[in-house]
């Protein structure tokens, strides 16, 4: 992982992302609130770890980024910070971020879809269950 980590700036992009790539390909980038060695970096299974402040590096740097999860607020974010990252490199997978509180939801996915219109965004309202449903 510290090896993965340590290359990311150095990563190859355009043509020669072919020839050199992690051990595991991310699919999914969570984003985080801090760096936390013990959940930061490869975790194997198509899943990347990045703290908010290194978002920007991993989007730039990370083949094949399918879907970036995040919470929808934080002490340090907010849900229009990452699609604002997002937007600005280009992405195109699916952003979708994690509540438990769903009173506001509608309101949160119209201001997005306004100021980042092709941005595939969704909420998932963490139940009292546990569970997730796609709101």
Do not use: W
């Given at each position: 992982?510290?090896?993965?980590?340590?290359?990311?700036?150095?990563?190859?992009?355009?043509?020669?992302?072919?020839?050199?790539?992690?051990?595991?390909?991310?699919?999914?980038?969570?984003?985080?609130?801090?760096?936390?060695?013990?959940?930061?970096?490869?975790?194997?299974?198509?899943?990347?770890?990045?703290?908010?402040?290194?978002?920007?590096?991993?989007?730039?740097?990370?083949?094949?980024i399918e879907i970036?999860?995040?919470?929808?607020?934080?002490?340090?974010?907010?849900?229009?910070?990452?699609?604002?990252?997002?937007?600005?490199?280009?992405?195109?997978?699916?952003?979708?971020?994690?509540?438990?509180?769903?009173?506001?939801?509608?309101?949160?996915?119209?201001?997005?879809?306004?100021?980042?219109?092709?941005?595939?965004?969704?909420?998932?309202?963490?139940?009292?269950?546990?569970?997730?449903?796609?709101?």
């Amino acid at each position: 992982m510290k090896e993965f980590q340590d290359n990311l700036d150095t990563y190859p992009s355009g043509a020669d992302q072919k020839d050199i790539r992690p051990s595991s390909v991310p699919s999914m980038l969570v984003v985080v609130e801090r760096n936390d060695p013990n959940i930061h970096g490869d975790l194997g299974d198509g899943i990347f770890v990045t703290c908010f402040r290194d978002l920007a590096s991993a989007i730039r740097n990370l083949p094949r980024i399918e879907i970036v999860l995040s919470p929808i607020v934080s002490v340090s974010f907010d849900v229009a910070e990452v699609a604002e990252i997002l937007f600005d490199f280009g992405f195109d997978g699916k952003f979708r971020v994690l509540t438990t509180d769903a009173s506001n939801i509608s309101v949160i996915k119209d201001d997005i879809h306004a100021m980042f219109p092709h941005l595939d965004f969704g909420v998932f309202v963490i139940t009292e269950s546990g569970g997730l449903d796609l709101a």
